[in-house]
Nanobody, 119 residues
Framework: QVQLVESGGGMAQAGGSLRLSCTAS????????MGWYRQAPGNQRELVAV???????EYADSVKDRFTISRDNANNAVYLQMNSLKPEDAAVYYC?????????????WGQGTQVTVSS
């Protein structure tokens, strides 16, 4: 079992910055994908940024020049640095990991952390 815990959410002014953190615990042995998604009220959950096992980073077009994803393998942590925040960035942000278990993959989600952006 894997548990993901997010922190770092809060309120920022438009143009400001926030740094989100996600710490994973449990049986971590084969990670395929890790990253961040977000969901605003009334909207579907959308990809923000992910790191892939084979290498490479993917960002949503709307955040590509403003957000940066990184990881700390020693601490099983994933981070999202959010700069130049816009009101449309307001959402609940969810940490995500996809693990390989044998021939199958399994998705794990954190409980989410609220990000509010004031204009």
């Amino acid at each position: 079992q894997v548990q993901l815990v997010e922190s770092g959410g809060g309120m920022a002014q438009a143009g400001g910055s926030l740094r989100l953190s996600c710490t994973a615990s449990g049986s971590i042995f084969a990670i395929n994908v890790m990253g961040w998604y977000r969901q605003a009220p009334g909207n579907q959950r959308e990809l923000v940024a992910v790191l892939r096992h084979g290498g490479g980073v993917e960002y949503a077009d709307s955040v590509k020049d403003r957000f940066t994803i990184s990881r700390d393998n020693a601490n099983n942590a994933v981070y999202l640095q959010m700069n130049s925040l816009k009101p449309e960035d307001a959402a609940v942000y969810y940490c995500y990991q996809q693990l390989f278990w044998g021939d199958s993959t399994y998705d794990y989600w954190g409980q989410g952390t609220q990000v509010t952006v004031s204009s």
